[in-house]
């Protein structure tokens, strides 16, 4: 179905994709950034319409994938890419994409799904997300080497135990999954620690970034992540 994505050029190395009939609660950023040696594909959305061919790359060139937390609007398309990294806290459950992980099970009655059909007969019931067992776990303190740039992965719980963020620390690019964005925060789902993400939030005070893509919302740069971060903090420290 043409159009189920749209595609935003950010800058001449980096595009961001969306679904933009999927509703707001699970329409995720997808972020492609264009290295020397491979390529990285931040998080695939839903996978309710096939993402691979959204993503241009050279010929012959790696892609990596990486999930930054198994949560459904991030690792529906997953499965369709052969180089998948993502957190080892939830590695063996990628390889079953367990609804009780992922929460899949939360779109399959989602009032107003999508606002289009990616297809006739499609029904938000029948939503499933295949296996995409990892081909390289992630962990805090490893590197993502795409030769003209290398992330440092950072594990940041609270909206999720296994959340992970990537950082190149020369540049000060941050793609920060759903660690934090410029949205509405999300910590009251069955596998969120409040405790764990106001931890967070004070150590992404002191992160030197220069912009944060994140997994909701718009880009950010560092005041901005300062102000969601402390307001955050105020809000939740005391609870």
Same mark, same amino acid.
């Given at each position: 179905?043409?159009?189920?994505?749209?595609?935003?050029? /950010?800058?001449?190395?980096?595009?961001?994709?969306?679904? %933009?009939?999927?509703?707001?609660?699970?329409?995720?950023?997808?972020?492609?950034?264009?290295?020397? $040696?491979? $390529?990285? @594909? /931040?998080?695939?959305?839903?996978?309710?319409?096939?993402?691979?061919?959204?993503?241009?790359?050279?010929?012959?060139?790696?892609?990596?994938? /990486?999930?930054?937390?198994?949560?459904?609007?991030?690792?529906?398309? @997953?499965?369709?890419?052969?180089?998948?990294?993502?957190? #080892?806290?939830?590695?063996?459950?990628?390889?079953?994409?367990?609804?009780?992980?992922?929460?899949?099970?939360?779109?399959?009655?989602?009032?107003?799904?999508?606002?289009?059909?990616?297809?006739?007969?499609?029904?938000?019931? =029948?939503? #499933?997300?295949?296996?995409?067992?990892?081909?390289?776990?992630?962990?805090?303190? =490893? /590197?993502?080497?795409?030769?003209?740039?290398?992330?440092?992965?950072?594990?940041?719980?609270?909206?999720?135990?296994?959340?992970?963020?990537?950082? =190149?620390?020369? =540049?000060?690019?941050?793609?920060?999954?759903?660690?934090?964005?410029?949205?509405?925060?999300?910590?009251? @789902? %069955?596998?969120? $620690?409040?405790?764990?993400?106001?931890?967070?939030?004070?150590?992404?005070?002191?992160?030197?970034?220069?912009?944060?893509?994140?997994?909701?919302?718009?880009?950010?740069?560092?005041?901005?992540?300062?102000?969601?971060?402390?307001?955050?903090? #105020?809000?939740?420290?005391?609870?």
């Amino acid at each position: 179905m043409p159009g189920w994505f749209t595609k935003s050029i /950010v800058d001449d190395r980096t595009t961001m994709l969306t679904e %933009p009939f999927v509703h707001g609660y699970v329409r995720a950023n997808i972020w492609h950034l264009r290295g020397r $040696d491979a $390529d990285l @594909l /931040v998080d695939t959305g839903m996978g309710i319409r096939p993402l691979a061919p959204e993503i241009e790359t050279r010929p012959g060139k790696p892609l990596l994938v /990486v999930a930054t937390h198994i949560h459904l609007d991030h690792v529906g398309s @997953l499965h369709e890419f052969p180089w998948r990294a993502g957190p #080892k806290m939830s590695a063996a459950q990628f390889e079953s994409m367990d609804e009780a992980a992922t929460y899949a099970y939360m779109f399959h009655d989602l009032e107003g799904a999508v606002s289009k059909l990616p297809e006739p007969g499609w029904k938000s019931a =029948d939503y #499933k997300i295949p296996s995409a067992p990892l081909t390289r776990t992630l962990d805090e303190g =490893d /590197v993502i080497d795409l030769g003209d740039r290398q992330f440092r992965v950072l594990h940041l719980p609270g909206h999720s135990p296994d959340s992970i963020a990537l950082f =190149d620390e020369a =540049d000060g690019l941050f793609f920060s999954g759903d660690a934090i964005y410029d949205d509405t925060l999300i910590d009251s @789902l %069955p596998d969120s $620690d409040r405790a764990a993400y106001v931890s967070t939030m004070q150590r992404l005070l002191d992160l030197p970034i220069r912009i944060g893509h994140g997994g909701h919302g718009p880009s950010f740069e560092r005041k901005r992540m300062r102000e969601i971060a402390t307001a955050y903090i #105020k809000k939740t420290g005391d609870i």
